[in-house]
C-alpha cells in the first residue's frame, strides 16, 4: 500500500512541477529585455540591440555617440533613433567597443574609416568635404543672383514694350477723331479731295 502511495505522490509532484520549466522556457525566448540580473547574459532575438542596464555610464556613452553618426539605410536619422537592422548592428558594435575601452573619439575615428565621412552628422571640414558645408549656401546665393537677373530682365522687357506717352498735340488730335470734328476725316468719308 505504501509503494502505490508514493507513486502517486510522485507523480502529482511531478505534474505540478512541469509547467513551471515550460512556462519559463516560454517567457524566456530572449526577445523581451528584461532589467533582471541575468537580462546581459540572455539571448537577444535578430533586430534587437542588447540592453545593457548595468552600466548606465556605457550606455550615456553610447547614447551620445550613436547620436553623432547618421544610419546609412534612413540617412535622415541617427543610429541611436533608427530601427535598422544595420543601426541596431552598429550600435552593438558601438557597444563592444566602448565595453573594451576604447574613447569616443577612437569609436568615432573606427565608424569613419570603415563607412568614411558620410556616417557623421556633422563631418570635418576638409578638402573632400567642403562641398558639403558651403555648397547648400553657394547653391542658395546662385538660385538669388538668378531670380534678380530674372526679375530685371523682365523688368526691361516691360519698358521696351510699353506704349510711349501721347505729347499734348498728339491727344488732340486723337481727341478730334473721336469727336468727329477733324475736317480732313469727314472730307475721306465723302470722297471730296
Known sequence: MREPLRALMLASLLAVAMPAPAASTGSGTGTDSGSGSGAASAPVAPGVARPNAQDPVLEQRLIAVTKELRCLVCQNESIA????????????????????????????????????????????????????????????????????????????????????????????????????????????????R
Open 81 to 192: 533613433d533608427s530601427h535598422a537592422a544595420l543601426a541596431i548592428d552598429m550600435r552593438n558594435e558601438i557597444r563592444e567597443q566602448l565595453k573594451s575601452g576604447l574613447t569616443d573619439r577612437q569609436v568615432l575615428d573606427f565608424m569613419v574609416a570603415r563607412y568614411g565621412n558620410f556616417v557623421r552628422f556633422r563631418p570635418p571640414l576638409d578638402w573632400t568635404t567642403i562641398a558639403l558645408w558651403f555648397g547648400p549656401g553657394l547653391l542658395l546665393v546662385i538660385g538669388l543672383g538668378v531670380l534678380v537677373a530674372q526679375l530685371r530682365h523682365r523688368r526691361t522687357l516691360a519698358e521696351a514694350r510699353a506704349v510711349p506717352a501721347l505729347s499734348d498735340a498728339e491727344r488732340a488730335a486723337l481727341a478730334s477723331l473721336a469727336t468727329g470734328n477733324d475736317r480732313t476725316t469727314q472730307d475721306d468719308r465723302m470722297g471730296n
